[in-house]
């Protein structure tokens, strides 16, 4: 059974670069693309952006300029960083895995909660 | 990038009843919706993929179906367990993005 796990500071300072990592276990991070996605508290879903195995990239348009997002095969993990955070930033931050058929996610981590605050 | 217009934000509805929530592209994504459910506390859950294709283990009365940019998902008997929040993404193509949410409420 694939799991998914972020891990990261739940507390990040205004300005400074937010970093969360995903853990996959049961399963390879090979040949499948892997996203972050997150959720303002009671607010909807906001995909932004994905990684692929071999470290391809797509990004949500209007957090382009502030997201990297990279894998590392060899631990079986994929990483977000988003720099200059403000309190808009503070979310549910998931990680998830998309699916070959339909490009949907199937597998998702019980997410992380990061708020920017001084 | 595309975007999804989910409706209604909510809707109050009963055990039994039969539920119907609709989502719209602002252009062609063939047939890549998805649709999730959402319980507080937890992470969505796929329900539907490719528009009509029912995720394995989801229960029967979940269907989904799509008329040009138009889905719709919808429960042909609510249950206790229904009384949640659903969300459809177009997975056609990058940005990845999402309906602003349904909230099944008890009525």
């Known amino acids: 059974q694939v799991q998914l796990q972020e891990s990261g500071p739940g507390l990040v300072q205004p300005s400074e670069t937010l970093s969360l990592t995903c853990t996959v276990s049961g399963g390879s991070i090979s040949s499948y693309y892997w996203s972050w996605i997150r959720q303002p508290a009671g607010k909807g879903l906001e995909w932004i952006g994905r990684v692929s195995s071999s470290g391809s990239t797509n990004y949500n348009s209007s957090l382009k300029s502030r997201v990297t997002m990279l894998v590392d095969t060899s631990k079986n993990q994929f990483s977000l960083k988003l720099s200059s955070v403000t309190a808009a930033d503070t979310a549910l931050y998931y990680c998830?895995?998309?699916?070959?058929?339909?490009?949907?996610?199937?597998?998702w981590g019980q997410g992380t909660l990061v708020t920017v605050s001084s | 990038d595309i975007q999804m217009t989910q409706s209604p934000s909510s809707l109050s509805a009963s055990v039994g009843d039969r539920v119907t929530i609709t989502c719209r592209a602002s252009?062609?994504?063939?047939?890549?919706l998805n649709w999730y459910q959402q319980k507080p506390g937890q992470a969505p859950k796929l329900l539907i993929y490719v528009a009509s294709s029912l995720q394995s283990g989801v229960p029967s009365r979940f269907s989904g179906s799509a008329s040009g940019t138009t889905f719709t998902l919808t429960i042909s008997s609510l249950q206790p367990e229904d009384f949640a929040t659903y969300y459809c993404q177009q997975s056609y193509t990058t940005p990845r993005t999402f309906g602003q949410g349904t909230k099944v409420e008890v009525k």
């Open positions: 998830a895995r998309d699916e070959s058929v339909g490009r949907a996610h199937v597998y």
């Open positions: 252009q062609s994504i063939t047939n890549y």
